[in-house]
């Protein structure tokens, strides 16, 4: 018998940086006994509710998570919090190791005057609100607006825009809630700002991403030509010139194209920070400053200009926030770590380890790693592992929803789909549960 066959493991959070441990554990520690746990009764983190809904091809990662989450040894449990229903101390008496991959899910603040002003959201919020999130299905964000301020040159930000631009027809293949493409196609937008600090050499959005903006049925997008240098910097070489060359080119494109008589315009700004969000209770505009970049930092100019609009979203990134037992750095909203050890026996991976950026693919390399260092850690006498977990379940009379049971939501959604969506998504935790309570009683 394989040694790792004696040990369990908790991951704490099905999102992509959870998910890539237990695929690691499988690969390299044969029969060890995985249990994931999540918040959510759904799994696959921010796959299901941040990636845009009209991005189904990255969705479609969760095939293959859905391979290793039903896997011989691996359980999920959903419906099952860090911090409410079980403590850090709790896991590490029952588990050989813990991983924390609960994410880093709350919105950076801008720390400017007036942005607690109603009308300002932040991304996580707003994009959870468009992708059927249960914490942000009741958002009701304003749309009865004719402009909206989208602070933030990465890619979150374009998603933002986008989804704001897109038409139902386009939205239609997609698994956007019902109540956001209705609000979205009955709002007055006209025009969608983009602003970022920086220029087009330092945005953090990718070519394909920045393209499909120009690619929109019933809107356009324009940015200042004046601001688009004629060539990447000569510093730069290889990958990254090839890319930043065709981001520039992309960018040129827009400038170049006339304005079209299309219902919605994102106009994507560079050298503008923000100072303050104008307006009373709710936000009537945002007062920028113009910016220059030198010597790659970013300085303010003194000179400001005002945007009237009555929609802010913030795309600045976001932070986890401490749960009781792990130790936090507060400065960059991560866990506090090194090379992915927390303490003994408790490690984190994906965006708790590392802060809110890089692609899905970046959390693969990072949680292999970190694995692979756990396992070398294993040591002492085997800890008792899910049973141990199922009596503290039994005893505090949880609901954790199995594999199975988020295979059963999984069909109740694709049932509900409108012909060509993929799924009409549950947004209400109750509603799940519900749900589900039908599908045993009826089997
Ligand atoms: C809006 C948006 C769009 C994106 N689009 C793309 C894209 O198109 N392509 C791409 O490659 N990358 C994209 N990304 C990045 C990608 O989603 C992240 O790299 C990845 O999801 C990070 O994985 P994670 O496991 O660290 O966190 P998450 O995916 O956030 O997963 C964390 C999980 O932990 C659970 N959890 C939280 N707290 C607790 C708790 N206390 N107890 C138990 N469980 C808990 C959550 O419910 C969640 O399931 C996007 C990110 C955002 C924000």
Redesign the pocket.
């Known amino acids: 018998m394989a040694i790792s066959a004696e040990r369990s493991v908790v991951i704490?959070?099905?999102?992509?940086?959870?998910?890539y441990v237990a695929q690691a554990l499988l690969e390299k520690a044969p029969g060890c006994r995985i249990d994931i746990?999540?918040?959510?009764p759904?799994?696959?983190?921010?796959?299901?509710?941040?990636?845009?809904p009209d991005?189904q091809h990255?969705k479609r990662v969760d095939r293959k998570y859905a391979v290793t989450a039903s896997a011989e040894g691996v359980r999920f449990l959903g419906n099952?919090?860090?911090?409410?229903?079980v403590s850090l101390d709790e896991l590490t008496e029952i588990y050989d190791s813990v991983v924390l991959?609960?994410?880093?899910?709350f919105d950076n603040r801008l720390g400017i005057p007036g942005e607690d002003k109603a009308g300002v959201y932040g991304?996580?919020a707003f994009?959870g609100w468009y992708?059927c999130h249960p914490d942000f299905r009741t958002l009701d964000p304003g749309l009865d607006v004719e402009a909206a301020v989208v602070i933030g040159i990465g890619?979150?930000a374009i998603?933002?825009a986008r989804v704001l631009s897109r038409t139902p027809g386009e939205m239609a293949s997609t698994d956007i809630a019902d109540y956001a493409i209705d609000r979205i196609d009955a709002s007055p937008l006209r025009d969608v700002h983009m602003f970022g600090r920086r220029g087009p050499v330092e945005a953090s959005f990718t070519n394909t991403?920045l393209k499909e903006l120009g690619a929109l049925e019933d809107a356009t997008a324009d940015v200042d030509p004046a601001q688009i240098p004629d060539a990447a910097p000569e510093t730069m070489e290889g990958a990254e010139l090839r890319a930043r060359t065709r981001i520039l080119g992309t960018l040129r494109d827009f400038g170049a194209e006339p304005a079209a008589a299309k219902r919605r315009a994102i106009h994507i700004r560079f050298y503008a920070s923000p100072v303050e969000i104008l307006g009373g209770d709710k936000v009537e505009g945002v007062r920028l400053e113009r910016t220059k970049v030198e010597n790659g930092r970013c300085i303010g100019t003194g000179e400001t200009f005002d945007v009237p609009c009555r929609l802010v979203i913030t795309?600045i990134g976001?932070r986890a926030e401490a749960?009781s037992g792990v130790p936090f750095d507060e400065t960059r909203g991560i866990a506090k770590h090194q090379d992915g050890v927390v303490r003994p026996q408790v490690y984190a991976?994906?965006?708790?380890?590392?802060g809110?950026?890089?692609?899905?693919?970046?959390?693969r390399i990072d949680s292999y790693d970190v694995t692979e260092r756990l396992i070398a850690d294993f040591e002492g006498a085997p800890r008792p592992g899910p049973d141990a977990l199922d009596a503290l379940v039994a005893e505090r009379a949880l609901a954790p929803v199995s594999f199975d049971d988020w295979l059963t939501l999984n069909r109740l959604e694709e049932e509900a789909a409108d012909d060509g969506a993929p799924r009409r998504k549950f947004t209400n935790i109750g509603d799940m549960l519900k749900a589900l309570e039908k599908a045993h009683a009826d089997a």
């Open positions: 704490v959070g099905s999102g992509p940086g959870g998910i746990i999540d918040r959510l759904t799994p696959f983190g921010l796959v299901r509710g941040g990636v845009a991005h990255t099952i919090e860090l911090g409410r229903d991959a609960y994410g880093a899910p991304s996580n994009v992708n890619n979150v998603d933002t991403e795309c976001s749960v991976v994906g965006w708790l380890k590392r809110a950026s890089g692609t899905i693919g970046t959390n």
